[in-house]
Nanobody, 124 residues
């Protein structure tokens, strides 16, 4: 019954913004590092951003650095991804994930729980 649920995806024009949210079903997730990944059709799922349990450490893929911001509110069991200056190449299904590890948070294999994904489409 452990669940991660993403929301906030949608259709925006290039240069626009979206804020994704991921809510964990259990309070224990507030102690887990969290990450965002994305997957476009026919492509591998790729790392986007990650955040430590306290929110004090963040990590970003080079492709989104300076445009996206990951944050979390542990009192609400929620992690966010603020996406600004969106580009058509950002179009993908975005997935929230939780890790039991504090290492290798850029790696898909380090994550134990996954949300269902939310579609982000950026038009040119």
């Amino acid at each position: 019954q452990v669940q991660l649920v993403e929301s906030g995806g949608g259709l925006v024009q290039a240069g626009g913004s979206l804020r994704l949210s991921c809510v964990a079903s259990e309070r224990t997730f507030s102690s887990y590092p969290m990450g965002w990944f994305r997957q476009a059709p026919g492509k591998e799922r790729e790392f986007v951003a990650a955040i430590s349990w306290s929110g004090g450490l963040t990590y970003y893929a080079d492709s989104v650095k300076g445009r996206f911001t990951i944050s979390r509110d542990n009192t609400k069991n929620t992690v966010f991804l603020q996406m600004n200056s969106l580009k058509p190449e950002d179009t993908a299904v975005y997935y929230c994930a939780a890790s039991k590890s504090t290492f290798g948070l850029r790696l898909l294999s380090q994550y134990d729980y996954w949300g269902q994904g939310t579609q982000v489409t950026v038009s040119s």
